[in-house]
């Protein structure tokens, strides 16, 4: 349901109608139901990867020679909003996980690398993750400290990995390690396959993203052929940081359409629930509250669209996306909040999609970039 | 083998209907409009019955305003081959759309004509049978499940009671029931494919079909609302209740 009619959009197209057509219908059909039991077992079924495919949600903006569907930024809004519906993050954030795995690969990645790897991943067989982060620190990239040495044909990877989504389920990682000096001038990326000797993970239990495997990854003398190399010795930073837009758009994407999720509960309660004689909704305090969670979500969507469609014309507005993650993850949490307010207790139980939301609110305002990474960058590049 | 299937655009099963404030109809200004779901299942049998081997071709029909193009379209993105339209505005009747689907039907000859067995807007479970009846074709309608063979197609229906076998010469009509299958969502991939796919447009007109409404609709009226329920006191006022008010026990 929107809560107004769809306005037209000088955004959207019939194709993207009809993707979004069908999306809802597979969100509704295979995930919706769901969800609650994937979160309590901490697991979703590998399949859905490949149902996921079947729908075309993996391979959007992929190269088509390598099993990918070309398509524009809106196609990935249109995902992130109709996935947000069935109200579970860490499903999304699993399921989606090759989005910041798998462009390193398929931008920089050596031939063999995108003929074998990008059509098992966007077919669903197989499941890629990109690990960054360190139990050292994950806003400091460049300081990163997992070491890659050359032996001869080899790469000897020690050290370790933290907060990995997919990370205890994925067969390929793209991993940052410091193959040179001191500083972003000496981080490669390395493709790691998940049997190699030397290489273990375990699990990490969240506060959300229950569904979510994410993981701890552990690197003891691992051996990995210079072949898995993504893009040029010591230029890693550059993949990690083309990652970021589309990473970043895509999150405040995601926390849109939570958002949006929670002020539909909201409403939908507040009409149906009635307190000393009347439903809730005929008191002006909620009415207000709504009307304040609505205008956040339409201005997060505005900034949202607007932004996508710079990107589109090919522009990279930089401290324009930081600044729109930090209004989506933001407004994402004032939504919450309220909505679990209006909904009071029910709110509160588990198998409520507002309870959810609101547990998964704060991922999303520190993965990616937390709100203040994203503030020094957005003031930096504003030369401030 | 062609087969043509009928798509048509009604408000999508998830909107909740509004009656126009002059009683002349439903609102359909800003509301969300879809395939009709017992189409998909037409649409869904022919792509399969191609996947098969039995079928060559896969034709979907839409008659209405130009926004029908995008049924059409998820027609083509779910994979059938290339679509007919046929562009009126006006109001449109099942013998209108039979008359029309005979028209496409006698220059296309198709071996097989798939339509959904009522459309959940109107109801009317009307189109399918007429057409069978102006091209003289046998009808199976209803269908659990078809299998096509030689010269002749086996129809499971859903009758009351239990299931029917048919078994039907070839070229037949197929009305879908709800059981048939269950259809495919179109990927994005086959999404952007359908954009060339092509289809052809027509007029009424241009196949000499009249398709002037035949009914006059008097009044549309929203159902009355269901009166509030009361709470009984006790299981004897309940079996009371049931046996002297209800009176089903
Ligand atoms: C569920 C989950 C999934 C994740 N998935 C992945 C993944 O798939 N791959 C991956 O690589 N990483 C992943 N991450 C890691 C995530 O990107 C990091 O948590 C994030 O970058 C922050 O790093 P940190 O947690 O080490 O916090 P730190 O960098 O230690 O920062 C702690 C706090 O201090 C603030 N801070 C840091 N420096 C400054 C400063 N200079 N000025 C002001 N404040 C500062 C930060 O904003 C933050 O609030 C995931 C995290 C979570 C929680």
């Known amino acids: ?384 | 083998m062609k087969v043509l299937v009928a798509v048509k655009r009604v408000i999508d099963y998830n909107v909740k209907i509004r009656v126009k404030a002059d009683k002349t109809g439903v609102e359909t200004a800003n509301v969300k409009m879809s395939m009709n779901p017992f189409d998909e299942i037409a649409v869904e049998e022919a792509i399969r019955m191609k996947e098969a081997g039995k079928a060559t071709e896969v034709i979907a029909f839409s008659a209405g305003p130009t926004q029908c193009q995008e049924t059409i379209r998820t027609a083509l993105a779910m994979g059938a081959d290339r679509g007919v339209h046929v562009v009126t505005d006006g109001e449109l009747q099942p013998l209108a759309v039979a008359k029309l689907l005979k028209a496409v039907a006698d220059k296309e000859q198709p071996g097989l004509i798939i339509v959904g067995k009522q459309a959940i807007d109107d109801d009317s479970n009307q189109t399918g049978q007429m057409v069978a009846a102006l091209l003289g074709w046998s009808q199976g309608t209803f269908a659990n499940k078809i299998d096509v063979a030689d010269g002749s197609v086996t129809v499971k229906r859903e009758v009351d009671g239990g299931l029917e076998n048919v078994k039907l010469k070839l070229p037949a009509v197929i009305t879908t029931d709800l059981r048939l299958n269950e259809p495919r969502y179109a990927s994005l991939p086959n999404i952007m494919k359908a954009k060339k796919k092509p289809i052809d447009q027509h007029k009424p007109e241009d196949l000499g079909v009249d398709v002037a409404p035949r009914l006059k609709t008097l009044k549309v009226e929203e159902p009355a609302g269901r009166k509030a329920g009361i709470k009984v006191k006790t299981v004897a006022e309940l079996v009371e209740k049931l046996r002297n008010e209800a009176g089903v026990i």
């Open chain 1, 1 to 384: 349901m929107d809560i107004l009619p769809r306005p037209p959009s000088p955004y959207y197209t019939a194709d993207h109608d009809a993707f979004r057509d069908q999306l809802r219908r597979f969100v509704e059909r295979d995930i919706a139901p769901f969800v609650d039991q994937w979160d309590e077992a901490e697991e979703f079924p590998r399949e859905l990867y490949k149902k996921a495919s079947a729908v075309g949600l993996l391979q959007m903006g992929f190269p088509e020679e390598y099993g990918g569907v070309p398509s524009d930024g809106f196609f990935r809004i249109i995902a992130s909003d109709e996935l947000a519906r069935a109200g579970s993050g860490g499903v999304n954030a699993s399921l989606m996980s090759h989005t910041i795995g798998a462009p390193p690969i398929a931008a920089l990645g050596p031939e063999w690398m995108k003929r074998k790897l990008l059509p098992e991943i966007l077919s669903g067989e197989k499941i890629s993750a990109l690990a960054i982060t360190e139990p050292s620190g994950g806003s400091d990239v460049a300081n990163l400290k997992t070491t890659a040495r050359r032996e001869g044909d080899h790469y000897i990877v020690n050290g370790q990995k933290m907060f990995i989504t997919s990370g205890f389920r994925a067969d390929y990682y793209t991993v940052a390690v410091r193959t040179g000096g001191p500083g972003m001038g000496g981080v490669s990326l390395l493709l790691i396959e998940r049997d190699r000797p030397g290489f273990s993970r375990t699990k990490l239990r969240k506060m959300g993203w229950w569904a979510s495997d994410t993981a701890q990854l552990f690197f003891d003398d691992v051996k990995v052929p210079i072949d898995n190399l993504i893009g040029p010795e010591n230029a890693g930073f550059n993949g990690i940081m083309r990652n970021f837009n589309p990473e970043r758009i895509g999150l405040a994407a995601g926390a849109y359409g939570f958002a949006k999720v929670c002020l539909e509960e909201a409403i939908d309660y507040a009409r149906q629930r009635e307190t000393f004689g009347k439903p809730l909704i005929k008191n002006q305090v909620i009415r207000h509250k709504i009307v304040d969670m609505a205008m956040k979500v339409n201005a997060v969507k505005a900034t949202l669209e607007g932004l996508a469609w710079r990107v589109e014309q090919g522009e990279q507005p930089v401290a324009e996306i930081c600044m729109l993650k930090n209004l989506a993850t933001t407004s994402l949490e004032f939504v919450a909040n309220e909505a679990m307010q209006i909904l009071g207790g029910a709110g509160y139980l588990r198998g409520s999609k507002v309870e959810r939301i609101y547990r998964e609110t704060k991922v999303m305002s520190i993965g990616g970039g937390s709100i203040e990474i994203m503030k020094d960058l957005a003031a930096r590049q504003m030369g401030l």
